[in-house]
């Protein structure tokens, strides 16, 4: 039986990336009922450019402030000019225009910038402490601290601001919030903005705790669809659970051989024992209602 501390906890910095990315769609999703598959590309584009600019000899914080402008004004494009002429239509056709703008990015991103091997090394993982065994660089203590703050941060914004209660308005019933005159056009705006920026902060994060690659990337967007479905794309807390817990189970994954080259499916299982286990309560509430 191997030592699976170590796995643990890598596996608790890769999950954070996961909860990070979460929240942002959850976030997105109250306010808009969209569901961002372009997340992952925003992100992607915006480390790419920080890369660029570092290789170019820009300061390095220059450069990841740029990362992030770069990724909340694509995702302000999309919220503003795009996605309010969709607002009237199905679940499914919103995000589906959001896989067409991921495709896009990373179609440009690729153009741009050819995947080769390249890396985007923060600061903080020059250094780090041991535990278990493990030497832990700052910089996964750093994504493990940020997705526990941005996701209290985010739930307090959204439950004691104005502009939160609007967005829960919205995500209650849009047509509802548009007579009692709330803007939901700004609002929506603003929901864009945040995922753009929380979008651009976990594209650093992953381009250097894996690496940086468009399509590794863009892809992100699976495991974050998977940590959002067990928040039931509503409570920013079990997110954040469930991100944290598909990273812990894809690293623990990895001594076993017999199951190491099937990490990938985490997301996937994890999501899908979710909602099962979701439908079976739900069957034993009705049941009990019923008696």
Known sequence: MP?????????LALGSIYALSGMGLVVLYRATAVLNFAYGAIGAIGALVAWDLIDGGTPEPVAWLACIIVTTLLSLAYGILIAPKLADRDLATKAIAT????????????????????????PTSDDGIRIFGVQVVYTRMIALALALFIGFAVTEFLNRTRTGLFMRAMADNPDQAAMLGISTDRIGAIAWGLSGVLSGITGLLIADLIRLEAGALTFLVVPAIAAAVIGRLRSLPATLIGGLAIGVAESVAAPFESISNYRGVAPFLAAMLFLVWQQRESGIQIFSSAS
């Open 3 to 11: 030592d699976i501390k170590p796995f643990i906890v890598t596996g």
């Open 99 to 122: 896989v067409g703008f991921a495709v896009l990015i990373l179609g440009f991103s690729l153009w741009w910038l050819p995947d080769i091997s390249r890396s985007l090394s923060l």
